[in-house]
């Protein structure tokens, strides 16, 4: 799906930035469209996927607990990427582009620190200046992240506005960036923020969705029934679905954090229970009360923690081209469970909502589902909840 000219997926995008950061806006815009279908940044940027960041990552049959479920699962492996998650393969196309454009200095916001450490470790691969805006409720949840994101020699700026959490840290991030706007770039981590961040980013994530179609085809010489992926603010669910776009008989799920439950209002399901409004520079839906106040949010998993959803969903969701569904923190944590006995991987918690989600896909169907990342970074969080027989 290519956005019009404004940035616009039907009536989501768009760009609604300060005047102070529309010529960077603007000049990213101009060097991402460059580039993009430019050859030799193409083998640069595949040389680093493939050498550094470990892809192509495998496409998993998932034996046992296709068994279980009987439906046939096929995990694609995001997991095994280096630094733990989807997000390396954004971090490295953005920072390339960076370089392009002539910054020698690099923020961005995290929430769970994986989108941080992605970015701290493409920043010291490049020898650049690395700033991390996080919110202080999640440096308390996620603090070996923050110690890893400094190891590589980033600077951890903490948050302590708003709920000091995910979206507190783009506004941060944000004013960072109108201030140092010349030297720096703002390395965005979701398919999220003003045009061109959701389809640069949304670009860089397809990998994900390429790789898996061309290894299913090759084993099952068909294509899958469905694809699964769970979604915070979209990126490896856009990465998994979009280059499936134009195959209409692929049905495309993306699950949300449904937390305590979608009725008590502790939960993260943007697409579900959200209403169109304008979040960090795009038009899309955003979980806002009456009179547009963004909502607090909640999910047990930090990097589903967030109140607004990329416009391309927005529009998958109001086309009917994807439906969005979610799974509470309690099934999330027997879909985390389910996968490590079943078939040995521990996955993040995020992803393990994709995976809660199988048990109601219809019997003997086709499922890629997009394992984002692994799990060891949710350790303590399961120590907490998951009691395993002493
Ligand atoms: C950040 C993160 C997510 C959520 O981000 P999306 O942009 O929705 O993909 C999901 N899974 C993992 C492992 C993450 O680190």
């Known amino acids: 799906m290519v956005p019009d000219k404004n940035g616009y997926f039907g009536g989501f995008g768009g760009k609604f930035m300060p005047e102070t950061l529309m010529f960077a806006v603007q000049t990213l815009e101009r060097v991402y469209h460059k580039f993009i279908q430019d050859k030799e940044f193409r083998k640069e940027l595949n040389f680093y996927l493939n050498t ?30 280096h630094t733990g998650s989807h997000k390396i393969n954004n971090a490295l196309g953005q920072i390339l582009l960076a370089k392009k454009i002539g910054k020698r200095r690099i923020i961005a916001e995290t929430g769970a620190g994986q989108h941080g450490v992605a970015v701290a470790t493409v920043s010291a691969l490049f020898g650049m200046k690395c700033a991390i805006y996080m919110g202080t409720e999640d440096i308390k949840r996620q603090r070996l992240n923050v110690y890893r994101m400094k190891l590589l020699g980033a600077e ?19 004013r ?38 061309t290894q299913f085809l090759k084993i099952e010489r068909k294509l899958p029934d469905y694809l699964v992926a769970c979604v915070g603010g979209g990126s490896n669910a856009i990465g998994l679905f979009s280059p499936f776009y134009l195959d209409k008989s692929v049905r495309f799920v993306g699950v949300e954090a449904g937390g305590c439950g979608l009725n008590t209002g502790f939960h993260s399901a943007t697409l579900e229970k959200g209403k169109p409004g304008i979040l960090h520079g795009t038009k899309s ?36 081209r994807a439906v969005y569904v979610s799974v509470t923190d309690k099934e999330a944590l ?42 060891d970074k949710d350790m303590e969080q399961a120590v907490k909840y998951i009691k395993i027989n002493e």
């Open 334 to 375: 027997e879909g985390f469970r389910t996968l490590s006995e079943t078939e040995g991987i521990i996955p993040a918690l995020e992803s393990s909502h994709a995976v809660a989600y199988l048990k109601k896909i219809p019997k003997h169907k086709t499922v890629i589902v997009c394992l984002s990342g692994r799990g």
């Open 52 to 81: 550094y960041a470990g892809r192509p990552t495998p496409l998993y049959f998932a034996p046992n607990l296709s068994k279980k479920l009987k439906i046939k699962i096929y995990l694609k492996r995001e997991d095994l990427c």
């Open 285 to 320: 839906y955003v979980l806002q009360d009456k009179k547009g106040q963004i909502l607090s949010t909640h999910s047990v998993s930090a990097g589903l923690d967030y109140p607004g959803a990329g416009p391309e969903h927005s529009f998958y969701k109001d086309t009917g």
């Open 176 to 213: 960072d960036w109108v201030t140092n706007v010349q030297t720096t770039h703002y390395l965005l981590g979701s398919c999220l923020g003003p045009h061109p961040y959701p389809v640069m980013v949304r670009d860089f994530q397809s990998v994900i969705g390429r790789e898996a179609k």
């Open 156 to 174: 951890v700026v903490p948050v302590e506005s708003g709920t000091r959490t995910l979206k507190d840290a783009i506004n941060e991030a944000l």
